[in-house]
């Protein structure tokens, strides 16, 4: 094969893997959103349940007042009903009296409600900041080993840059020009291989003759369609990278 030809299929596997590396490194702010997104998530199940118990609480106190109101009233209702004097007086009292006695039923019971549904928070709460600390301690996980994968992407991919710099150093110019211009052009896959007379990248079929100068990988031929780099791996070989 001819050399340079070897050189550009070497540097295109170079290339393509420091560039899926730099993907990776980018995406780091995307996974750590995602990351918080998570945690806020857990924090705001337990800000939510504190805030429904404060408003649990408000409202008790709301029923508390009440309650004590119609108690109030009815102490005065029944030291009343000790001073009529008539049958009226004393229906009417009467009548105020079970008003009030039913408006404390009323009451106690919303209470009763209201404590049973703060035990309830309550436990939500719990469960939840226990949810929270599990999660928080998963996430620092994560992100520890997010970073130490990152550590080592970066490793490789500094490695891969004094690889790259050795095969470009050895390169002929002008096919570095050719090979440098198709991967601008062509979102960085400057080489491809030929199959069966066609271009495995761009699926067009290349002309006989073009195809016969490929097979030979004798010189640098590219595709008369996509202008990318051609090779051709023979049936007896190992697939080139």
């Not at 780091?28 to 959103?33: I, S, V």
Request: glycine residues 2%; contains cysteine; charged residues 30%.
């Amino acid at each position: 094969m001819n050399a340079d030809l070897e050189r550009v299929i070497t540097l295109q596997r170079l290339d393509s893997t420091a560039d899926a590396a730099r993907k990776q490194l980018a995406d780091g702010p995307e996974r750590e959103k995602a990351l918080e997104a998570r945690l806020d998530a857990a924090r705001q199940r337990v800000a939510t349940a504190k805030e429904q118990l404060a408003h649990n609480q408000a409202e008790r106190r709301d029923i508390d007042k009440e309650l004590a109101l119609h108690q109030g009233r009815l102490s005065k209702f029944r030291e009343q009903a000790m001073a009529v004097k008539t049958n009226q007086e004393y229906h009417a009292i009467q009548h105020e009296i079970a008003h009030a006695q039913g408006e404390i039923k009323k009451y106690e019971d919303q209470i009763l409600e209201a404590m049973v549904e703060a035990d309830d928070l309550t436990a939500t709460i719990k469960s939840s900041e226990a949810a929270l600390a599990s999660e928080q301690k998963t996430i620092d996980a994560d992100r520890k080993r997010m970073q130490g994968e990152d550590a080592e992407t970066q490793k490789a991919l500094d490695a891969l840059a004094g690889e790259r710099a050795t095969i470009v150093a050895s390169m002929d110019k002008q096919v570095l020009a050719r090979y440098e211009k198709a991967s601008a052009k062509r979102q960085g896959i400057a080489v491809a291989q030929a199959k069966d007379g066609i271009c495995t990248v761009c699926h067009v079929r290349l002309r006989p003759q073009v195809f016969n100068d490929v097979r030979r990988n004798e010189t640098i031929v590219e595709c008369e369609s996509c202008q990318r780099i051609l090779y051709f791996v023979p049936a007896t070989a190992t697939q080139a990278p």
